[in-house]
Nanobody, 126 residues
Framework: QVTVVESGGGLVQAGDSVRLTCVVS????????MAWFRQAPGQAPGKEHE????????????YVANSYKGRVTISRDNAKMMVYLQMDSLKPDDTAVYSC???????????????WGQGTQVIVSS
């Protein structure tokens, strides 16, 4: 059984930073690529889960969506089975539920991952 629990969200002001944490309970966590997705209010059908960032098994390679480059950093701690998303210079458009996902290989597609969490909400006020 796999459990995924995200935390670290909340109400912040524009310009602030937030660090999201994903704790995963799964066998062989270090064999899984991990990613963060977001689901913003009123997102169009088919685009409900927008790719934010992904990290390979060892953490050596990281991928960040173009719209987040320079503001977002993904990292992981395989010993603790945790994944992090550092978000800086937050904007109101960053308001969304951020979810963690894991699977056998890197992908920007939500459905390519094997397990997901319920997410943690980030609300950015102007």
């Amino acid at each position: 059984q796999v459990t995924v629990v995200e935390s670290g969200g909340g109400l912040v002001q524009a310009g602030d930073s937030v660090r999201l944490t994903c704790v995963v309970s799964v066998s062989a966590f270090s064999n899984h690529a991990m990613a963060w997705f977001r689901q913003a209010p009123g997102q169009a059908p088919g685009k409900e889960h927008e790719f934010v960032a992904a990290i390979t098994r060892s953490g050596e390679n990281k991928y960040v969506a173009n719209s987040y480059k320079g503001r977002v950093t993904i990292s992981r701690d395989n010993a603790k089975m945790m994944v992090y998303l550092q978000m800086d210079s937050l904007k109101p458009d960053d308001t969304a539920v951020y979810s963690c996902a894991g699977g056998p290989s890197y992908s920007t597609s939500w459905s390519s991952y094997d397990y997901w969490g319920q997410g943690t909400q980030v609300i950015v006020s102007s």
